[in-house]
């Protein structure tokens, strides 16, 4: 951006609103981007971030608002992806979409091809291709397949494209420097500098970091609850300021009314390592506590909860669970340990789809209810599946019904019951809350904090600070591969504000 | 949400409902009184010992249908089933007859058995623990076993002990002359095996596995299945059912050819599909199994009966094939919609 000159509007939104079934996810967002700079988005979990950038990049039809990109008005109904397409409105998903069986240089030139007369121009589809491969600091033969490429590498061919292909005027990208390592995220990000000075291309950057859009942008925008909040010049703010603005004055803390007494240690890990991932990692966990487990994408809190349960295999390390230490290879052998676990990903590792509700529930206790001829006692089944419903009810026409019928937030209601069935020593919950309705959420929070924890110890992650700090008796926070802090409830930091701090790096 | 709305409702049984469970479920039920319908119009179909004999004639099919049944609810499929139905056979004759002469008759039975369970295993074995195609590598050993055959009795084996003939050719409730109208025990084994498995898959920790498995792999493993176990076992329930099916056939031809069950697996095929089972995986009945092998043998022998040629036959099979499969693929698509 030129000095002095005044900067010219590359897209706006106007009032944009998107509602959800009655929720509002977007709330009259007024956004202006610059030609020539890189903005960026910023907000916690749920403050509408994806959606807001959906509707710009016209996948998710608002509900209100208008959009203007240059000569262009429209909204709803006549802003599809198509229009977006045409006047130089690019997305970089999280999760690129390419022909997998074909090659890098096909997927580039997919939909835009270049011609010599009737025949592609194969030579100069090259050239440009191992140009663009070299500016985005991809090392590899245009020839290869896509399905042997990284999501990483996926994610910067997708920014190739729209680059140097596209020639796009307004490139939005959804998070991809979650999973870029350090390395080839400083190079993203400088050739995004080079490309919005020199070509006057609008960048927008949806990040959780709020060191990286600092360091990055010109000027930052913060959401909170769907509304837009401030947008700042990332030269005039500090990253305390910016996680000011993000939390907002809304201070969430707990409502002490439980006493927490905690019985025996039940779990205790030491010095657990895996290179890459997390580094001697060591907590314990008593029966009767709520364990909570903070930190943004790449913190390696995931790789934690899921060596827990042996879908992740730790280098080094002691897990001991109820005085019995083994290295936890499988599932199996978590269940036979004393763990019992939900996953992040419902609808690919939980639900066991086009079977009823009652065999989802029942099917890790099967074994353990049938006679010694292997039949299933029916008797005991029902007592059980209807004792669970006492506790953690779901809307089901009958037990005998298809779980696909469900709704998600019934479906997690049904995995949450399934595993609360097995009664471990520990639970480890991995995000219970995600990808279900709000009528479940305080359903679900209730569970953990009632039943659940009586007898057993709970470790849980979730999305949501405010969650944790409902849900949990102590927080731990991870910052790259480290467990860099912990938070009491009871004491006075132990808000969402502070662990969102804490697990941003900025401490206060 | 109160517990009121919660607790479920008693099921309803409307027409609706149950004509909606037919046509996703047992759809093979009303293709067979379809067929029968059709049969009365061929003289001597509906006679009682035709029925018999068709009946009969499906027990070794069922059998098989039976193995493959249970490879394809766990989203897999065996080839070899067809060669399995002949190798067991074969070298359980070849003990009792010529290796070990003089050793009884139960020596053969429990080799059948031994084979079955071996062949199986090493199916299994290859596949999941090795993460090879199954497909692919049951083709392979389909073809290793029927050179087996084919090398150890190129002529085929005649005149059985009568105890390994008995299971599959013997019949009851008929003395003398009427004998010949009597009930092939066959018919009576292979209505316990379907009940047995029907036990099984519906009332047993093993069966909700084998259709979590196919349904849902990963979230099987993630509940603490042994998953691994669970297909290696119905690989090895699947030769050992192919085997009982051989032992039935053997009885029933009093024989047994190089060619025995060579090119069934089609059948076996159809019969499964046409039975209800999904070749996607986790979804079939094995009551539905019965109905398509009857249906099948049905359609065989009503050909025989109106003198049908065998270029046209296949022709025929081939058509039941492609029926079975798109039935099988709009059943699949009700079962998704709604209800």
Same mark, same amino acid.
């Given at each position: 951006?030129?000095?002095?000159?005044?900067?010219?509007?590359?897209?706006?939104?106007?009032?944009?609103?998107?509602?959800?079934?009655?929720?509002?996810?977007? @709330?009259?967002?007024?956004?202006?981007?610059?030609?020539?700079?890189?903005?960026?988005?910023?907000?916690?979990?749920?403050?509408?971030?994806?959606?807001?950038?959906?509707?710009?990049?016209? !996948?998710?039809?608002?509900?209100?608002?208008?959009?203007?990109?240059?000569?262009?008005?429209?909204?709803?109904?006549?802003?599809?992806?198509?229009?977006?397409?045409?006047?130089?409105?690019?997305?970089?998903?999280?999760?690129?979409?390419?022909?997998?069986?074909?090659?890098?240089?096909?997927?580039?030139?997919?939909?835009?091809?270049?011609?010599?007369?009737?025949? $592609?121009?194969?030579?100069?589809?090259?050239?440009?291709?191992?140009?663009?491969?070299?500016?985005?600091?991809?090392?590899?033969?245009?020839?290869?397949?896509?399905?042997?490429?990284?999501?990483?590498?996926?994610?910067?061919?997708? $920014?190739?494209?729209?680059?140097?292909?596209?020639?796009?005027?307004?490139?939005?990208?959804?998070?991809?420097?979650?999973?870029?390592?350090?390395?080839?995220?400083?190079?993203?990000?400088?050739?995004?500098?080079?490309?919005?000075?020199?070509?006057?291309?609008?960048?927008?950057?949806?990040?959780?970091?709020?060191?990286? *859009?600092?360091?990055?942008?010109?000027?930052?925008?913060?959401?909170?609850?769907?509304?837009?909040?401030?947008?700042?010049?990332?030269?005039?703010?500090?990253?305390?300021?910016?996680?000011?603005?993000?939390?907002?004055?809304? !201070?969430?803390?707990? *409502?002490?009314?439980?006493?927490?007494?905690?019985?025996?240690?039940?779990?205790?890990?030491?010095?657990?390592?895996?290179?890459?991932?997390?580094?001697?990692?060591?907590?314990?966990?008593?029966?009767?506590? !709520?364990?909570?487990?903070?930190?943004?994408?790449?913190?390696?809190?995931?790789?934690?909860?899921?060596?827990?349960?042996?879908?992740?295999?730790?280098?080094?390390?002691?897990?001991?669970?109820?005085?019995?230490?083994?290295?936890?290879?499988?599932?199996?052998?978590?269940?036979?340990?004393?763990?019992?676990?939900?996953?992040?990903?419902?609808?690919?590792?939980?639900?066991?789809?086009?079977?009823?509700?009652?065999?989802?529930?029942?099917?890790?206790?099967?074994?353990?209810?049938?006679?010694?001829?292997?039949?299933?006692?029916?008797?005991?089944?029902?007592?059980?599946?209807?004792?669970?419903?006492?506790?953690?009810?779901?809307?089901?026409?009958?037990?005998?019904?298809?779980?696909?019928?469900?709704?998600?937030?019934?479906?997690?209601?049904?995995?949450?019951?399934?595993?609360?069935?097995?009664?471990?020593?520990?639970?480890?919950?991995?995000?219970?809350?995600?990808?279900?309705?709000?009528?479940?959420?305080?359903?679900?929070?209730?569970?953990?904090?009632? @039943?659940?924890?009586?007898?057993?110890?709970?470790?849980?992650?979730?999305?949501?600070?405010?969650?944790?700090?409902?849900?949990?008796?102590?927080?731990?926070?991870?910052?790259?591969?480290?467990?860099?802090?912990?938070?009491?409830?009871?004491?006075?930091?132990?808000?969402?504000?502070?662990?969102?701090?804490?697990?941003?790096?900025?401490?206060? | 949400?109160?517990?009121?709305?919660?607790?479920?409702?008693?099921?309803?049984?409307?027409?609706?409902?149950?004509?909606?469970?037919?046509?996703?479920?047992?759809?093979?039920?009303?293709?067979?009184?379809?067929?029968?319908?059709?049969?009365?119009?061929?003289?001597?179909?509906?006679?009682?010992?035709?029925?018999?004999?068709?009946?009969?004639?499906?027990?070794?099919?069922?059998?098989?249908?039976?193995?493959?049944?249970?490879?394809?609810?766990?989203?897999?499929?065996?080839?070899?089933?067809?060669?399995?139905?002949?190798?067991?056979?074969?070298?359980?004759?070849?003990?009792?007859?010529?290796?070990?002469?003089?050793?009884?008759?139960?020596?053969?039975?429990?080799?059948?058995?031994?084979?079955?369970?071996?062949?199986?295993?090493?199916?299994?074995?290859?596949?999941?623990?090795?993460?090879?195609?199954?497909?692919?590598?049951?083709?392979?050993?389909?073809?290793?076993?029927?050179?087996?055959?084919?090398?150890?009795?190129?002529?085929?084996?005649?005149?059985?002990?009568?105890?390994?003939?008995?299971?599959?050719?013997?019949?009851?409730?008929?003395? =003398?002359?009427?004998?010949?109208?009597?009930?092939?025990?066959?018919?009576?084994?292979?209505?316990?095996?379907?009940?047995?498995?029907?036990?099984?898959?519906?009332?047993? +920790?093993?069966?909700?596995?084998?259709?979590?498995?196919?349904?849902?792999?990963?979230?099987?493993?993630?509940?603490?299945?042994?998953?691994?176990?669970?297909?290696?076992?119905?690989?090895?329930?699947?030769?050992?059912?192919?085997?009982?099916? =051989?032992?039935?056939?053997?009885?029933?031809?009093?024989?047994?050819?190089?060619?025995?069950?060579?090119?069934?697996?089609?059948?076996?095929?159809?019969?499964?599909?046409?039975?209800?089972?999904?070749?996607?995986?986790?979804?079939?009945?094995?009551?539905?199994?019965?109905? +398509?092998?009857?249906?099948?043998?049905?359609?065989?022998?009503?050909?025989?009966?109106?003198?049908?040629?065998?270029?046209?036959?296949?022709?025929?099979?081939?058509?039941?094939?492609?029926?079975?499969?798109?039935?099988?693929?709009?059943?699949?698509?009700?079962?998704?919609?709604?209800?």
């Amino acid at each position: 951006m030129g000095a002095g000159s005044e900067p010219r509007a590359a897209f706006r939104t106007e009032k944009l609103t998107k509602r959800f079934s009655g929720q509002t996810a977007v @709330d009259e967002v007024d956004l202006t981007i610059n030609a020539g700079e890189v903005h960026g988005i910023i907000g916690r979990n749920g403050a509408g971030k994806t959606v807001l950038v959906s509707m710009m990049a016209g !996948v998710l039809p608002p509900t209100s608002g208008t959009l203007v990109v240059g000569e262009f008005r429209g909204g709803a109904g006549s802003y599809s992806p198509g229009t977006a397409h045409s006047l130089g409105v690019t997305i970089i998903p999280q999760e690129p979409e390419f022909a997998l069986e074909m090659s890098v240089i096909d997927n580039l030139f997919l939909g835009v091809p270049l011609k010599k007369g009737p025949v $592609l121009a194969h030579a100069k589809m090259r050239e440009v291709a191992a140009a663009a491969l070299d500016a985005v600091g991809v090392q590899l033969d245009p020839r290869t397949k896509i399905a042997l490429c990284t999501l990483e590498e996926q994610q910067l061919l997708a $920014l190739a494209k729209a680059l140097f292909i596209e020639d796009a005027k307004v490139i939005l990208l959804d998070e991809i420097t979650a999973s870029l390592s350090a390395a080839r995220k400083q190079q993203i990000l400088d050739l995004m500098r080079v490309e919005a000075e020199q070509n006057g291309r609008a960048f927008v950057l949806i990040s959780h970091r709020i060191s990286e *859009v600092i360091t990055v942008c010109d000027r930052v925008s913060v959401l909170r609850d769907g509304k837009r909040i401030a947008t700042v010049p990332s030269a005039e703010t500090t990253a305390a300021e910016l996680a000011q603005l993000i939390v907002g004055d809304d !201070v969430h803390a707990p *409502v002490l009314d439980e006493t927490m007494e905690f019985g025996d240690r039940v779990l205790q890990v030491e010095g657990l390592s895996k290179a890459g991932a997390f580094e001697d990692v060591a907590f314990s966990l008593r029966r009767g506590e !709520v364990l909570g487990l903070a930190g943004l994408d790449g913190s390696g809190k995931d790789e934690v909860v899921n060596a827990l349960y042996g879908l992740v295999r730790a280098d080094r390390g002691n897990v001991t669970v109820n005085g019995k230490t083994a290295r936890v290879k499988s599932p199996g052998m978590a269940r036979k340990l004393g763990v019992a676990y939900v996953p992040k990903k419902r609808e690919e590792l939980a639900v066991v789809h086009g079977m009823s509700v009652q065999d989802n529930i029942l099917l890790p206790v099967y074994s353990a209810i049938s006679n010694a001829v292997g039949l299933i006692n029916r008797r005991r089944a029902k007592e059980l599946v209807e004792a669970r419903m006492a506790v953690l009810p779901f809307k089901a026409r009958s037990l005998g019904v298809n779980i696909d019928y469900l709704s998600g937030g019934n479906r997690q209601r049904v995995v949450i019951n399934r595993m609360a069935l097995l009664r471990p020593d520990v639970f480890v919950l991995h995000e219970p809350t995600r990808g279900v309705d709000i009528a479940s959420k305080p359903d679900i929070i209730a569970t953990v904090r009632n @039943d659940l924890r009586a007898g057993s110890g709970v470790i849980l992650t979730s999305e949501s600070e405010d969650e944790l700090v409902d849900m949990c008796d102590r927080v731990l926070v991870f910052f790259r591969g480290k467990c860099v802090r912990e938070f009491i409830r009871g004491a006075a930091d132990f808000t969402s504000g502070a662990i969102y701090n804490s697990l941003q790096g900025v401490e206060q | 949400m109160s517990l009121q709305e919660a607790v479920p409702e008693a099921r309803r049984w409307g027409a609706r409902e149950i004509t909606r469970n037919i046509v996703e479920n047992h759809l093979i039920w009303p293709l067979l009184a379809v067929l029968v319908v059709i049969g009365a119009f061929v003289p001597g179909f509906l006679s009682q010992r035709n029925l018999i004999n068709v009946a009969w004639g499906a027990t070794p099919l069922a059998c098989m249908t039976l193995g493959m049944f249970l490879v394809m609810v766990t989203g897999a499929l065996d080839l070899s089933i067809e060669s399995s139905f002949a190798v067991a056979p074969t070298l359980g004759l070849l003990v009792v007859m010529q290796w070990l002469p003089d050793s009884p008759w139960i020596l053969a039975l429990l080799t059948m058995l031994a084979v079955g369970l071996t062949v199986g295993f090493i199916n299994g074995l290859i596949s999941v623990k090795l993460g090879v195609n199954a497909f692919l590598v049951t083709l392979a050993t389909m073809l290793i076993l029927r050179g087996v055959v084919i090398y150890l009795i190129p002529e085929g084996v005649y005149g059985l002990p009568t105890g390994v003939t008995y299971w599959g050719g013997a019949r009851i409730f008929g003395e =003398g002359e009427a004998n010949r109208n009597g009930l092939p025990i066959a018919i009576i084994i292979v209505v316990a095996l379907v009940v047995l498995l029907a036990v099984v898959m519906n009332s047993t +920790a093993f069966g909700k596995s084998v259709y979590a498995i196919g349904n849902n792999e990963p979230a099987a493993f993630v509940a603490g299945i042994n998953v691994q176990r669970v297909k290696i076992t119905c690989f090895v329930l699947a030769a050992t059912f192919a085997a009982v099916g =051989g032992l039935l056939q053997v009885g029933r031809l009093d024989s047994v050819t190089a060619t025995m069950g060579d090119g069934d697996i089609m059948n076996v095929f159809a019969a499964a599909t046409l039975g209800g089972t999904s070749l996607n995986g986790g979804r079939g009945h094995v009551s539905g199994i019965l109905g +398509a092998a009857l249906l099948i043998t049905a359609i065989d022998n009503i050909m025989n009966l109106i003198g049908v040629e065998p270029s046209i036959r296949r022709i025929v099979f081939g058509a039941v094939l492609l029926a079975a499969i798109c039935l099988a693929s709009i059943q699949e698509r009700l079962a998704r919609t709604n209800a």
